[in-house]
T-cell receptor, first 114, second 113 residues
Framework: DTGVSQDPRHKITKRGQNVTFRCDPI?????LYWYRQTLGQGPEFLTY????????KSRLLSDRFSAERPKGSFSTLEIQRTEQGDSAMYLC????????????FGPGTRLTVT | EDKVVQSPLSLVVHEGDTVTLNCSYE??????LLWYKQEKKAPTFLFML????IEKKSGRLSSILDKKELFSILNITATQTGDSAVYLC?????????????FGPGTSLSVIP
């Protein structure tokens, strides 16, 4: 399968714990996006990488959130000191070079904070 | 503030019906409009529109963009139960170094036999 993959698919954690998600984009795509989606809403942009450079972060991304993309390949999204409001589907998408992009989405990681 | 509005938010039709989904937007520097289909998983790409008045078609689905009135429609003819999904509209807003993509809330379509 050469699509975008995400791991884990589901994560249940207790409030206050840290969690880390991984995204492997389509190999030739140099743009990578993280989104958060809650029930009944469209995906909300969180952050964007072009190669290894993080070029934009949403105001939604509090200091408890951090994302990396070492070597411009896979990316990780870490949430520290999780809160119940962090419960959502976290989607990763990738696209090829310059837009205007079709973004290809991964299956998402569903986070539940209890 | 940039925003994308979709209507209706939900819709129930019978197989064979034709449906029209609407998307209107307000963004600073429009780059493109994209339609996605989301079933119980990640969104899958349907269309990308950049020019007004040029219809994009794929089977029973078609879409057109009006950049003057700032909206797009997605038509589905002869609907089937497999068309049941959330249809997301997204707009690319050209920022300094990249194009931010803003999604609408989606239209939930249910096609009943």
């Amino acid at each position: 399968d050469t699509g975008v993959s995400q791991d884990p698919r589901h994560k249940i954690t207790k409030r206050g714990q840290n969690v880390t998600f991984r995204c492997d984009p389509i190999s030739e795509h140099n743009r990578l996006y993280w989104y958060r989606q809650t029930l009944g809403q469209g995906p909300e942009f969180l952050t964007y990488f072009q190669n290894e450079a993080q070029l934009e972060k949403s105001r939604l991304l509090s200091d408890r959130f951090s994302a990396e993309r070492p070597k411009g390949s896979f990316s990780t999204l870490e949430i520290q000191r999780t809160e119940q409001g962090d419960s959502a589907m976290y989607l990763c998408a990738s696209s090829f070079r310059d837009g205007p992009y079709e973004q290809y989405f991964g299956p998402g990681t569903r986070l539940t904070v209890t | 503030e940039d925003k994308v509005v979709q209507s209706p938010l939900s819709l129930v039709v019978h197989e064979g019906d034709t449906v029209t989904l609407n998307c209107s937007y307000e963004v600073t520097n429009f780059r493109s409009l994209l339609w996605y289909k989301q079933e119980k998983k990640a969104p899958t790409f349907l269309f990308m529109l950049t020019s007004s008045g040029i219809e994009k078609k794929s089977g029973r689905l078609s879409s057109i963009l009006d950049k003057k009135e700032l909206f797009s429609i997605l038509n589905i003819t002869a609907t089937q139960t497999g068309d049941s999904a959330v249809y997301l509209c997204a707009v690319g807003d050209m920022k300094t170094s990249y194009d931010k993509v803003i999604f609408g809330p989606g239209t939930s379509l249910s096609v009943i036999p």
